[in-house]
């Protein structure tokens, strides 16, 4: 077919017409967004998003003015077959339609290419420069030399390098250099602006989160540097660091004391550490920190972790947190004295925050026994941070075990959902479940505790012993004994001999508090038996087993040479000098009884919170002396003795008077 020809039926088809409309309108369109754009508050891409529309579209408007309106009008030649018979529906491309589906080609080529200019030079090529997002990106500007030596421009230089190297060798964000933001400047300058400021290059088409920019000059024959880190998206200064003093002759010393403050700000900036210091602390004593905090948490009582906490102090003296986790090393190994010995200097020391002020004085208020204040300081600690787990689980263990409030537990627990966690490694975790058991049964809430603990029955993992202790309690205060006994036959199963022996030990004290001697007895029974058919001596690390099972199943006797062989040892653990003063009475050794009790007084020291008076209390509760038993626990509580998971309300030595009413003020003593 001729061109001619082509273009006659085109317009007979109305081809031409219905192209012009689709170009008209398009125009006319790009025309009214163009003026509307702006009082419609548009971004300005707008039109150009537009356009790209319109042009895609324009091929693919062609190829449907086809389907809908030249298939069926147009001439077609029948398809035939091998006989040259017509096949029904089927035709050959016909002239007309081989040359609109070549134009149709080429327009389509054109547009896509149009559409390519258009992406290119409006997305692709802005200003010559590749589109960065902002992020953790850090700038680090050149050091300003204010000191009127030319010879100390390298300094400058040094300074950048130093902290460059500095925050990309410990990951602490990515770096934008000088030499990449004088690249950029170089760029831009040759591309689109006649002149650019080094500052509108950084926020602008850089795009960092941070910028560190400094200065240093001379001061009395001393190099003083100054720096500060400036928040760009929100356009702030986050720290404009304290001066660094060094002589000219080893600037390299201002450049390290600099950098360790840099490092440390980036370190702890999105961390609770960055509110509870006064200023940031050096690099190496974060890391020296940051490492001995998890040896710590991991095994509390490793004397690694300590070593860890001297380091971070000894690199930087300001540094507060690891000083107070070096107090708290000391008092979780019940070392008192240590650790007033290092708290007072801390409260003498200048420049403390409110905020390290608030902590002292909870450690303060622990130390020396005083619960209500305790509670009190914490209860604020954790309205500034209820989500943090170590202040959430804190605000836990002092509602319940310092004060006794388990009706506080609950809103607590709720603030962090743990659903999905694993608590493998998480010692805080572990310790939230429990004080949450305990709480529930305390309220006589037994299912609730037996539904928050039954997953951890039939776990082999030894840190979740205390966990399947507190579900083995309420299994017995809800009467439901053979599922008890169904996780005790588990755990010896899946145990060592030590953690079977003393779950069952435990059980079997349940039993006792419960009323039920009798089945305590099968518990107790089964360890005397073991012990004694195993060893042909009782290990050390079995005797405290052996003596309180044998003082349980009242075997008070045989008991008393347990007792004497480990407090032979042990001299100093004074509720089994109570169980030995109650295992002579109860023998008829009366005078060794209150030989015993002469002991007993004897072992009073500084920093005991109470632990004396409350085996007395034990003592005169097994002869039912009820004034003497509740006059100690009055003193022991008032010297801060805490409502732990084994004293008290839970002490089955103190059963007889549960229900009394000068028993129960002593579980409200601080409220």
Request: proline fraction near 4%.
């Amino acid at each position: 077919m001729k061109l001619k020809k082509f273009i006659s039926e085109c317009r007979e088809n109305e081809v031409f017409k219905n192209l012009s409309i689709y170009i008209v309108s398009s125009w006319v369109l790009l025309q009214v967004i163009a003026l509307i754009a702006e009082p419609l508050g548009l971004p300005s891409s707008s039109l150009t998003y537009l356009l790209l529309f319109l042009l895609i579209g324009f091929p693919v408007y062609v190829y449907l003015l086809w389907w809908f309106q030249l298939k069926n009008t147009v001439k077609k030649k029948p398809l035939l077959d091998k006989s040259g018979n017509p096949v029904p529906g089927k035709f050959v491309m016909g002239p007309f339609q081989k040359i609109y589906f070549s134009s149709l080609s080429i327009i389509s080529i054109i547009a896509v290419g149009v559409a390519l200019v258009v992406v290119e030079q409006n997305f692709v090529r802005e200003a010559g420069l590749p589109d960065i997002e902002t992020g953790d990106k850090i700038a680090v500007l050149n050091f300003d030399n204010n000191t009127g030596d030319e010879n100390l421009d390298i300094t400058g230089k040094m300074t950048s390098d130093w902290i460059i190297h500095g925050i990309t060798q410990n990951k602490l964000g990515q770096v934008i250099s000088p030499e990449i933001i004088d690249d950029y400047s170089k760029v831009l300058r040759a591309s689109i602006l006649s002149s650019n400021e080094q500052n509108s290059t950084v926020t602008d088409y850089l795009k960092p989160s941070k910028i560190i920019e400094g200065e240093y000059y001379l001061h009395k024959d001393k190099l003083l540097f100054q720096c500060s880190i400036t928040d760009e998206i929100m356009n702030t200064t986050l720290i404009s660091f304290e001066p660094v003093e060094c002589d000219v002759s080893s600037p390299l010393d201002c450049i390290e004391s600099l950098k360790q403050r840099i490092l440390g700000y980036l370190a702890t900036e999105d961390k609770d550490i960055a509110t509870l210091e006064e200023k940031p602390p050096s690099f190496e004593a974060y890391k020296y920190f940051y490492d001995a905090k998890l040896q710590y948490l991991k095994a509390p009582h490793d004397t690694a972790s300590l070593g860890l906490f001297d380091k971070a102090i000894e690199a930087d003296s300001t540094y507060f947190e690891p000083k107070v986790y070096k107090l708290l090393f000391h008092y979780n190994r019940g070392e008192f004295t240590t650790a007033d010995s290092l708290l007072k200097p801390m409260f003498n020391a200048p420049g403390t925050s409110d905020r390290q002020q608030l902590l002292l004085r909870i450690y303060d208020a622990l130390i020396n026994g005083r619960s209500k204040p305790a509670h009190r300081y914490q209860q604020i600690e954790y309205n500034t941070s209820p989500f943090k787990l170590e202040t959430n689980s804190n605000m836990m263990i002092m509602s319940l075990q310092l004060v006794n409030k388990p009706e506080e537990i609950d809103s607590v627990f709720a603030e962090i959902n743990m659903e999905g966690w694993d608590i493998t490694d998480c010692n805080f975790c572990v310790e939230r479940y429990k004080i949450k058991g305990l709480a529930d049964i305390q309220r006589k809430e037994y299912d609730q505790a037996i539904e928050l603990l039954s997953g951890f029955a039939n776990d082999s993992d030894v840190r979740y012993t205390v966990l399947k202790k507190i579900l083995l309690r309420a299994y017995i205060r809800a009467e439901k004994y053979p599922l008890a006994d169904d996780i005790l036959t588990n755990i010896q199963l899946k145990s060592e001999e030590r953690d079977w022996l003393d779950i069952h030990l435990f059980a079997a004290k349940e039993l006792v508090w419960k009323g039920k001697q009798d089945l305590a007895n099968i518990y107790l029974d089964k360890i005397v038996k073991y012990i004694e058919e195993e060893f042909s001596t009782t290990p050390s690390g079995l005797v405290h087993i052996m003596a309180e099972s044998l003082f349980y199943s009242r075997d008070y006797g045989r008991a008393i040479e347990y007792l004497e062989k480990l407090l032979t040892t042990y001299p100093g653990l004074i509720d089994y000098h109570a169980l030995l003063a109650i295992a002579y009475k109860q023998n008829g050794q009366t005078s060794k009884a209150n030989k015993k009790l002469e002991d007993l007084e004897d072992l009073r020291a500084n920093y005991q919170l109470g632990e004396v008076d409350y085996g007395l209390a034990v003592y005169y509760a097994s002869i039912l002396d009820e004034n003497k038993t509740i006059k100690h626990l009055l003193r022991a509580i008032a010297d801060g003795h805490w409502y732990e998971t084994s004293t008290f309300q839970n002490d089955p030595l103190l059963r007889s008077y549960f229900e009394t009413d000068s028993f129960k003020r002593i579980l409200s003593f601080w409220h």
